[in-house]
């Protein structure tokens, strides 16, 4: 055997030359380690600010008491929020709102907006019209409505239906005081009412 020959089948050889990519995974496994542990703590500056950040809830319920009473509440859903904000943004909801000890009001929708500052929700259609069924009969649809509840008003300026036994009134736009059972069309009204 030559030299060359014994020095390539030599242990010490083959060990040598199979340890080299070893020696080389560890030498780079340090060198990462210690550029990590002298970039710890420092910020990376980044030219684009971070979103603000927003909470999603599932089964989200919002309740509005004034006296010790709950004068109406909001299941959904889902719901989100964001950082410092008085705004909730939920999805397939329905509130309920005693308006008098005898009469109650639920509105469904698919989308909406509760305002915990002014104590007011805003519902809108999605891909089916917007709801508010009283419990004496009567129910509005419409493609959006607003409740406030100061006013205890309910608005809106689409196109609304009313149905009632015996009743259907329709047109642009309503102001309603549900306490009072008042409703008031702006425009384009049509009634028919049967026997």
């Keep these: 055997m030559k030299r060359g020959e014994r020095l390539l089948r030599s242990r010490f050889f083959v060990l040598g030359v199979s340890a080299v990519p070893i020696l080389l995974t560890l030498f780079y496994m340090g060198f990462i380690a210690h550029r990590h542990l002298q970039q710890r703590g420092k910020v990376p500056v980044d030219s684009h600010p971070l979103p603000e950040a927003e909470i999603l809830i599932r089964h989200f319920h919002y309740s509005r008491t004034v006296d010790g009473k709950t004068k109406w509440f909001v299941d959904a859903d889902r719901a989100s929020l964001g950082k410092d904000e008085s705004r909730a943004k939920i999805w397939d909801l329905k509130a309920r709102i005693r308006v008098r000890r ?21 519902v809108e259609e999605v891909t089916r019209p917007v709801s508010a069924r009283f419990s004496n009969g009567l129910t509005v649809i419409s493609s959006h409505l607003n409740y406030a509840d100061r006013q205890d008003e309910i608005r809106t300026d689409g196109h609304v239906i009313i149905l009632g036994p015996n009743m259907i009134i329709q047109g642009q736009g309503l102001q309603s005081v549900p306490r009072n059972q008042r409703f008031r069309i702006d425009r384009n009204v049509r009634a028919v009412f049967a026997n």
């Design 102 to 122: 005898d009469l109650r009001l639920v509105v469904t929708g698919e989308k909406g907006v509760i305002d915990q500052v002014r104590h007011r929700f805003y």
